[in-house]
């Protein structure tokens, strides 16, 4: 779709711009300093509009945290009917927004409201970063160890709460997860010095390992068994509960994928289920590996190596 659209001028300032679908784009202002941007939005996954809100706000500012950026300043994003929803709701909204960012240090600077009949909201955030610290996706190198901070199945549990088929156990897990920061991940990243990482949100883990292996040129591979799963979620998938990001995520990475005949099919479901502030995808050396996933787990206890980076081969990702 944007093969057409003009090209844009070198810029030499560019560090990070849209070309290998990273979390942020990123720009030099000067060599000791640059700007680290991005927008998020998206419609309700849970029923209370405050945690909405929060959930909103931190996934926003995730992706600053993706690059190893510090977010400073967010500006809103509002899509909400001007009749027929109480208004209150709106301000629950924005309340659990504000609060998230305050929480995190990021100054709200204003935003835009739109009259619209599907509500929506999120953030443009900006944060800063050293130009030589940026991780980004095409760090990955052979050799490497992915790591997971986070469990997966949010996304099949929040078409569960539409469904009414999620217990409320499993509702307080996932909505846990998806507010617990990226920012311990990103401070871990700057002290091991990690050059490839991502955040795993609306593409999938196997969308957002796609996107990573394609843009480093090399093939990622990964142990099913080991990646980490919320409780509830594989019941979830098993029963059906899918988005409709199961089909289009896909389709996005295609036959470039290569999974195993013997990973269980419900659990493939989870692999491709999209995600809302969903864990780091890190690619870290295999000498600092351990100590960097003994460092995340002080605060992501679910944390796991998932896998490792080989060289690029027929797929650009592998599932065993």
């Known amino acids: 779709m944007l093969s057409g659209l003009p090209k844009q001028p070198n810029d030499p300032n560019l560090i990070v711009g849209f070309d290998t679908a990273d979390d942020a784009g990123v720009y030099r202002l000067r060599d000791d300093l640059a700007l680290v941007q991005t927008l998020d939005f998206f419609t309700p996954i849970v029923d209370d509009p405050y945690d909405y809100g929060r959930i909103a706000g931190l996934n926003s500012i995730n992706d600053v945290w993706a690059m190893a950026g510090t977010p400073i300043t967010a500006m ?6 001007k009749k027929g929803v109480d208004p209150a709701i709106l301000g629950e909204i924005m309340r659990g927004g504000l609060e998230t960012l305050n929480r995190y240090g990021v100054t ?43 469990p997966l199945g949010t996304g099949v549990i929040s078409t569960g709460i539409k469904r009414g088929s999620a217990t409320e156990a499993v509702v307080k897990g996932s909505i846990e997860t998806m507010l617990t920061p990226g920012k311990f991940a990103a401070e871990a990243m700057q002290e091991f010095a990690v050059k490839g990482a991502t955040d795993v949100t609306g593409f999938s883990l196997l969308g957002h390992a796609w996107e990573m292996a394609r ?7 990964i142990e099913a068994s080991a ?5 509830g979620a594989l019941e979830l998938a098993r029963e059906g509960m899918l988005t409709s990001g199961d089909k289009t995520n896909r389709e996005y990475v295609g036959s470039d994928v290569r999974i195993d005949k013997t990973v269980d099919q419900d659990l493939v479901k ?11 995808l890190i690619s ?10 003994q460092t995340l787990q002080a605060n992501y206890p679910v944390a796991q190596k998932i896998g490792r980076v080989t060289d ?8 065993h």
């Open 76 to 81: 809103a994003i509002t899509c909400f009917p």
């Open 227 to 231: 990646v980490p799963l919320l409780d």
């Open 284 to 293: 870290v050396s295999q000498d600092a590996a351990n100590s960097l996933l």
């Open 312 to 319: 690029e081969s027929s797929h650009s990702i592998v599932v």
């Open 270 to 280: 989870l692999l491709f289920d999209p995600q809302t502030a969903g864990g780091m």
């Open 215 to 221: 843009a480093s040129s090399v093939t990622i591979e």
């Open 108 to 150: 709200l600077v204003g935003g835009h409201s739109v009259d619209n009949e599907q509500i929506m909201f999120g953030y443009s955030v900006t944060g800063v970063i050293h130009p030589d610290k940026v991780a980004r996706n095409s760090g990955a190198q052979t050799g490497d160890v992915i790591i997971l901070t986070k």
